[in-house]
């Protein structure tokens, strides 16, 4: 019944999108007599292995567009069928059937797909049957990841994993720029403590920005504590497991594919224009008690500049600018009237890029190899210098059966990038770029660079190089002595090599002489070149066995093996200023201050792991996990710990009383898993990042009051005390979910529930007395827990040639600080840090209730909510509002007990991070669009934020963008902005609710439509597969934010978020390419 319910809301579906059957072209009116008299009605009925009829199977003639689909009873009447015609018979979620017809009824039989039952998933030192797997583990495959044209895997998984958090970091869009990696939320806020996730190429740690898309197979997520307890305390907060591809069996596959890349800045301020930005500027200088910056002269000018009656190229004003006979400079700022854009000067639009990537493999049943390359050649948007990334990569593979009992595997991978851009391209250009006043002009009357404008420092100013290369030789034997027995002694080895250069150069600016002078604006005024380099040298070695048997239904595999890692790096340093050539920006041309220095640091891990599976007939499933650790970020006796875990499952759809609603429900699994694990850092790139159990004795003359012969004298300082009894952080996990799969694994879906306690993290140390004359040693005293949940479900069918599917994944967690030190009583934990209790990320705030509309309105509201803070109170001015009754706004002492007017207005934390994916397929033809977001968060944007707030604490630090003309004014009492100032920005820019932003959105990560030309075009030429696509990245967003921000740009998580508007843009990229395959 259930499945004649389901059937009839199929068909019913269909008859909307398909008028019966399909029939074949008719080339025009005239009949050949001989071809219908050969032709029939092919008739039939499609069952499944049950018996059971399939409605909406695709029946079609091979070779040609004659089909037709089942109908509500199984059966299909398809007609003009050529006798000998090969029947092709499909639906998802079973095999395809292809049938000779010779004019009598078809009986067909469907079977089910067996490559859901027999999907495998990479898991810690081996796989495993996905219908098998206990813990909480995701798997992307090679579609996901190649299907979007970026420049590392990183960007490719944004969004594609339920609880798997991308983020950008604090130097947003920058070519070099790795993205902050996060599984399941914030895992410490211990010091020292890294909760990145253990991410693993082919096995070993590994960078995924080294990696070459295209080079990817798989990638596993372990995110529970049992599924990563295998790797030990480098796992502590989850794995990314990446597999790279191999060759196979078969002839020799060639494969190419390449694109052409245009990026423009996603969101960029728009600059108010001269006349807005000068009267804005006067206004808010004249609130504060001042008077005109921009003279009635100069405003006159700026209006006429604008309309163009300035036409002259031979006169200043043509440029936007006059001499000054007092300096002999050309004016600027207050007293030019140009009308630049200076974000539309600094920010090019479509710069070009490409990527291209070449692949052969094949091999035989005993021996297959494989080979890759690619290069990535990639432009930035700055306009003025050099801002360029170029990356290469080279990978090979090979396997070999050395024997029936013994195999070989080798892989070697190289990669190179070169990055290179102007070293005046810090956080202080992007906050720079705001505090550009558009009555500057870009050049001068004589043709200069306009003085003070960056663009020297940019073009002429120095250049940062640096340069990497990456060199790694894994070499793995397996042998089998016994059915059933597996032996793996596999060892990697990792060669890293950096160089960083860079040098700095005096800039000069032109007088209305045209004669150059030095300028210091803190940039310098002595060329300088530092050069560091550093070499890394990583070495791994896993030994492990494993054995399964089965006796019965009862199916066991039991693992055992070892594990160690080193790493050891050394560099060195040299600088140096007053080149004797500014050419030449090489250490051996500087003749002044020449420094030098060089450090070496190792650190190694080591582990003994087990783990042992079981399932009963497939119904009842078991895991368990041990791991033995040692780490050398700690004390001899502190330095090695056991660590289990277990999981369990239950396949309920493998029940007898489950089946009769298997039909429709073909998968369902119950499962749950507790784990701990220790907790070191896994950031292998990090200099200083360990647990402070080494401390820094400084020695130094800049603090020292001794002088003697006239000098100061080095002197050191007492470092602090070491705790001998600091240990692990204890990461505990609790897991519950249940996977699901139906109408013939069509709909798939699985829903994760977690709370994961991170207990005995580092600490503040206790408060001692001055006396001890040094800082106390930090200890093992805060605990915190993060719990959340996962969502995910995919729905695939097809209709005739029509295929189409829907991804959907939806997550969301919070931490919470369950214990935290703190000096006295409970009340005395200030609200501005962590205590006890404390949801990360919150904002505490005062309630506001709009701007006064007069004089009189604000003294009124002032007898009963008047702030502690701030005077001269009026119109325009922000209305705070007393919470406590006492009269006075403020903050009290700031802590829990009195916090006076403050309370929890938001959190910055992401909540309920959004990816969906829709694709569609059609005879050749093929389109997907990709969403990605963020539907919860709030944000506030601090005093002293000026891409945000605009007018500031002076002129010099303040802002106008168009979005800051809404402004109070007594023509415009509705305004958002309050009335500017120059000075006093405590007055109204207070963490408030009026101003409390909400950072959702939802973007439009990719959409991409492509075309896969017929194979009987492709064959004469000897190619197997050509598509072509146009593809777009980041075309679209959807959020209630200001346009002067990206709310992607924010980064992951409130402590490490950007949103101050500082820094590089993140791009919109339209991309042409062609996928071949020979």
Not at 515 to 522: A, F, K, N, Q, T
Not at 605 to 629: C, M, P, Q, W
Request: hydrophobic residues 35%; proline residues 3%; glycine residues 10%.
């Amino acid at each position: 019944m259930i499945k004649y319910l389901k059937s009839v809301g199929v068909l019913l579906f269909l008859s909307t999108v398909c008028n019966g059957t399909v029939y074949a072209n008719q080339e025009g009116r005239k009949t050949d007599v001989r071809v219908t008299q050969q032709n029939g009605t092919c008739t039939g009925v499609v069952k499944d292995a049950t018996g059971e009829t399939i409605i909406g199977a695709s029946v079609v003639v091979k070779g040609s567009t004659n089909g037709t689909i089942t109908g509500i009873d199984g059966d299909f009447s398809l007609s003009n069928v050529p006798k000998g015609s090969t029947i092709v018979i499909s639906f998802v979620g079973y095999q395809t059937q292809e049938i000779k017809w010779t004019g009598v009824p078809l009986n067909v039989i469907l079977s089910d797909d067996t490559k859901v039952l027999d999907e495998v998933v990479v898991v810690g030192y081996g796989t495993q049957k996905k219908v098998n797997v206990t813990g909480a583990v995701s798997m992307v495959g090679s579609d996901v990841i190649e299907s979007r044209p970026v420049a590392n895997v990183s960007q490719a998984l944004q969004g594609a994993v339920p609880g798997l958090n991308l983020s950008t970091s604090s130097s947003g869009g920058d070519l070099n720029t790795s993205m902050n990696i996060n599984i399941r939320g914030t895992g410490s806020i211990g010091d020292g403590s890294v909760d990145s996730p253990l991410i693993l190429i082919d096995g070993i740690e590994g960078d995924l920005n080294s990696l070459n898309p295209n080079d990817v197979e798989s990638v596993s997520v372990l995110k529970d504590a049992a599924s990563a307890s295998i790797y030990g305390s480098r796992a502590a907060f989850g794995v990314i497991l990446v597999t790279t591809k191999s060759g196979k069996a078969g002839k020799v596959k060639v494969n190419y594919s390449g694109d052409i890349r245009f990026s423009t800045a996603t969101q960029v301020p728009k600059m108010a224009n001269s006349l807005q930005f000068a009267t804005y500027f006067n206004t808010a200088n004249i609130n504060a008690g001042g008077s005109n910056i921009f003279s009635d002269e100069t405003m006159a000018n700026i209006k006429k500049y604008m309309n163009g009656e300035f036409t002259d190229p031979s006169q200043p004003e043509y440029w936007g600018t006059t001499a000054n006979v007092e300096n002999g400079k050309w004016n600027n700022y207050g007293s030019a009237f140009a009308n630049t854009d200076w974000f539309e000067e600094f920010y090019k639009k479509n710069v070009p890029s490409t990527q291209h990537n070449l692949s052969l493999s094949g091999g035989t049943e005993k021996f297959n190899w494989s080979v890759s390359g690619s290069f990535l050649l990639q432009n930035g948007l700055i306009s003025h210098g050099h801002d360029e990334l170029d990356r290469y990569t080279l990978n090979s593979k090979i396997g070999a059966e050395l024997a029936s009992w013994a195999r070989l595997d080798y892989s070697t991978k190289w990669t190179r990038k070169d990055y290179e851009k102007p070293q005046y391209l810090t956080g202080l250009f992007f906050h720079n770029i705001a505090r550009r006043w558009p009555s500057c002009p870009v050049v001068d009357p004589n043709g200069n660079w306009m003085a003070e404008m960056e663009i020297y420092e940019l073009e002429d100013g120095g250049v940062y190089k640096e340069n990497n290369d990456e060199f790694t030789q894994q070499l793995k034997f397996t042998f089998t002595p016994l059915k059933g027995w597996n032996i793996y002694a596999e060892g990697a080895l990792r060669l890293t090599n950096n160089k960083t250069t860079q040098n700095k150069i005096p800039i000069y600016n032109y007088n209305v002489a045209n004669e150059p002078m030095l300028r210091d604006s803190g940039y310098g005024t002595v060329t300088y070149v530092y050069d560091n380099r550093y070499k890394q040298n990583y070495y791994a070695v896993n030994v492990y066995t494993d054995y399964s048997h089965s006796f019965g239904k009862h199916n066991g595999k039991v693992l055992l093996g070892l594990n160690y890692e080193r790493y050891n790096q050394d560099n060195m340093w040299a600088s140096g200023t007053d080149l004797t050539t500014e050419d030449k920006p090489f250490l051996s041309q500087t003749q002044s201050n020449k420094k030098n220095g060089d450090g070496y640091w190792n650190r190694a891990t080591a582990g003994y792991f087990g783990r042992f599976n079981y399932d009963y007939d497939g119904k009842y499933l078991a895991e368990f996990n041990i791991r033995y650790d040692g780490s050398s970020r700690f004390l001899a006796d502190k330095r090695w710990a056991w660590f289990p875990s277990v999981s369990l499952g239950w396949n309920i759809a493998r029940e007898e009383f489950f089946e009769k609603l298997s039909e429709t429900v073909n998968t369902l699994k119950l499962r749950g898993s507790w784990g701990q694990l220790g907790n070191t850092s896994s950031n292998y790139n990090s200099f200083w990042d360990w647990y402070p159990f080494y401390q820094q004795q400084a020695i130094s003359s800049a603090s020292s009051n001794w002088l003697i012969n006239g000098e100061k004298q080095n002197t050191s300082s007492l470092p602090s005390i070491v705790n001998a009894i600091m240990t692990w952080e204890t990461v505990e996990t609790w897991d519950f979910g249940f996977d699901f799969g139906a109408f013939n694994n069509r709909l798939t879906g699985t829903f994760d529930w977690y709370s994961r306690t991170t207990k005995d993290m580092i600490g503040p140390a206790p408060i001692l007395g001055s006396v001890l004359g040094t800082n106390a040693p930090k200890t093992n005293n805060c605990d915190m827990r993060t719990s959340g949940w996962e969502l995910e479900i995919g729905w695939r069918d097809q209709i005739n040639d029509f295929k189409y599917g829907v991804r959907f994944n939806l997550s969301d967690n919070r931490s919470k600080i369950l214990t935290y030190p703190y000096d006295g009583e409970f009340s005395n934990q200030s609200i501005g840090g962590y205590y006890n209790g404390k949801y990360l990320n919150e904002i505490w705030g005062y309630e506001s209730v709009g701007l006064a509309s007069s004089k009189v309105e604000m003294d009124n509201w002032l007898t009963t909510n008047k702030p502690n803070w701030g005077s001269n109170w009026g119109a325009g001015d922000v209305m705070y509002k007393d919470l406590n009754g006492d009269g006075i706004v403020s903050s009290g002492a700031n802590t829990l007990d009195d916090h006076g007017d403050l309370k929890r207005i938001g959190n910055a934390t992401p909540r309920y991070r959004i990816g969906l994916n829709l694709d569609a397929a059609y005879k050749g033809f093929d389109f997907s669009i990709f969403f990605q977001g963020v539907l919860k968060r709030d944000w506030f944007f601090g005093a002293g934020d000026a891409y945000f707030w605009g007018a500031q604490g002076n002129m010099w630090q303040s802002a106008c963008f168009e979005d800051h003309l809404d402004y109070w004014t007594e023509n415009n009492t509705g305004a958002y902005y309050p009335k500017p100032y120059f000075g006093g920005i405590q007055k109204n820019q207070q963490t408030q609710t009026r101003y409390l932003q909400s950072a959702a959105y939802l973007r439009c990560k990719n959409i991409q439509l492509g075309y896969t030309l017929p194979k009987s075009l492709l064959s004469p030429a000897g190619i197997s597969n050509c598509r072509i696509y146009l593809s777009c990245d980041n075309l679209f967003t959807i959020t209630s934010l200001s346009d002067i921000f990206d709310p992607e740009a924010f980064g992951g998580y409130g402590d490490e978020g950007w949103g101050s508007g500082k820094t590089y843009p993140l791009q919109r990229t339209v991309s042409v390419g062609v996928n071949l395959s020979f």
